[in-house]
């Protein structure tokens, strides 16, 4: 009999099939060609079960040194002075972790010695490349910090916080400190973990001249390390699928506004051509039956047309429910929009008939009522089409097989992953288009 597949086997498997159904474009392949590689890469890593964990935090933390107190041997370059990591660099954890194949550490620069903006795209890119974050600080949490904090808790992936240098104060400094931080976090960084280490300790010892050195003493990482190893082990690979359905959504988010950004160009045009339509017919017709006709003729249209700019077909169910919902929308204000322009076509009827008794003199007031019973049909086909086009957006969204709803159906039928993203919310939580600012 065969196994059914895993869950991140299953992520990759869906995630692989929206990406080659997603028809871009040459000016979108083009435009998003950085997001497009980003989420080849990591589904590249989900396919490989090749997880990234990077260190982040200001210049001087003990970042460099905390990486070879986990790795057991001097890899990456430290300073007693100062920071000296310039770029990224990553070596091969060789720490055996069921479901992973290779575990990478990752290196990255200080926070603090560039702007802020600088410092905010930074943490952006560390957390978009890697799929667990140790924030590392030496002290209790600065501004800088907090807000490097704040981006990556944006970004959705996972942080683990790292007190490094434990061993400069006593048992009950450093339980303060620790107090001290987690009072300084934000509401949605409460249930990280928080854990003290000393990665490169230093001892004080008094030689036989008289000179006072200090001697490297073992690194103090071990409860650091049984947290990672249990964690990896436990969600290692589901973090990897996770973080593709993340990183698959916010690339979808990217590409679903530009596309609704040109939509709403060309869904304005339309409606100011059905609206100029409508209005002329209404303008030059004097009878009521037939611009009651025309005009739910031109709306008909109209909302044909929209249907066809975002891809609703016209004889399906979500088409007929979508005229159910535009015919509830208008009920109220059709109604009376109605008794007013049947108002005005008998007030303009009356003095077209009036003619042959008045000299003339009657049709001076009919164009002023046909002006308003044009701008009446121009403010009625403006909000049909405003209306459609919410729907149809509502409806697109809800059609569309989006990485967020593969997560809420993993969710629903996988225990492990309602259980993990209780454990991280942030990942669960999913920015949605603006409507309001893509309607036309």
Not at 159 to 176: F, G, K, M
Not at 210 to 233: D, F, T, Y
Not at 292 to 299: N, P, W
Not at 374 to 383: G, I, P, Q, Y
Request: hydrophobic residues 45%; positive net charge; aromatic residues 4%.
């Amino acid at each position: 009999m065969t196994q059914p597949p895993s869950t991140p086997e299953r992520c990759h498997l869906l995630l692989s099939q929206w990406v080659k159904q997603l028809s871009l474009s040459n000016r979108e392949y083009n435009q998003f060609a950085g997001e497009l590689i980003a989420l080849n890469r990591q589904l590249k890593r989900l396919e490989q079960r090749r997880l990234r964990v990077a260190v982040f935090g200001r210049v001087g933390v003990g970042k460099s040194s905390l990486l070879n107190a986990l790795l057991g041997q001097n890899v990456f370059a430290t300073d007693v002075a100062h920071g000296c990591t310039r770029h990224q660099q990553a070596v091969d954890w060789c720490q055996p972790i069921n479901n992973l194949d290779s575990v990478e550490l990752v290196d990255t620069p200080g926070i603090d010695e560039i702007a802020a903006a600088g410092r905010a795209r930074l943490a952006a890119r560390v957390a978009l490349q890697a799929d667990l974050v140790l924030l590392v600080l030496d002290s209790d949490l600065t501004s800088v910090e907090a807000a490097a904090l704040k981006t990556l808790l944006k970004s959705g992936r996972p942080i683990v916080l790292v007190l490094n240098r434990c061993d400069c104060w006593s048992t009950e400094q450093c339980n303060a400190l620790l107090a001290s931080i987690r009072s300084r976090l934000p509401a949605a960084a409460l249930q990280l973990q928080l854990h003290a280490v000393a990665a490169a300790p230093r001892e004080a010892r008094l030689r036989a001249d008289g000179l006072v050195r200090s001697n490297i003493c073992p690194p103090q990482v071990e409860p650091l390390r049984k947290a990672l190893i249990h964690l990896l082990m436990e969600q290692g690979e589901l973090l990897l699928a996770l973080n593709a359905l993340r990183q698959a959504d916010r690339f979808y988010q990217v590409l679903k506004r530009g596309r609704l950004q040109r939509s709403k160009a060309a869904a304005q045009g339309l409606i100011g051509r059905f609206a100029a339509i409508k209005a002329s017919g209404v303008a030059a017709n004097p009878l009521v039956l037939l611009d009651l006709a025309g005009g739910l003729a031109c709306d008909t249209a109209l909302v044909v047309k929209l249907c066809q700019l975002y891809g609703l077909q016209i004889g399906g169910p979500a088409a007929r429910q979508l005229l159910g919902r535009l015919s509830s929308h208008n009920a109220l204000l059709g109604g009376a929009q109605l008794g007013i322009q049947l108002a005005l076509s008998a007030v303009r009827q009356l003095l077209l008939l009036a003619v042959p008794f008045t000299g003339g003199l009657s049709l001076a007031p009919a164009a002023p009522v046909a002006l308003a019973q044009a701008a009446l049909a121009v403010h009625t086909t403006r909000r049909t089409g405003r209306l459609a086009a919410r729907e149809l957006l509502l409806g697109s969204q809800r059609r569309e097989a989006q990485p967020a709803a593969l997560l809420r159906r993993l969710a629903a039928n996988d225990p492990q992953v309602r259980r993990w993203l209780i454990d991280w919310p942030e990942l669960a939580a999913n920015e949605p288009c603006q409507l309001q600012t893509l309607l036309p």
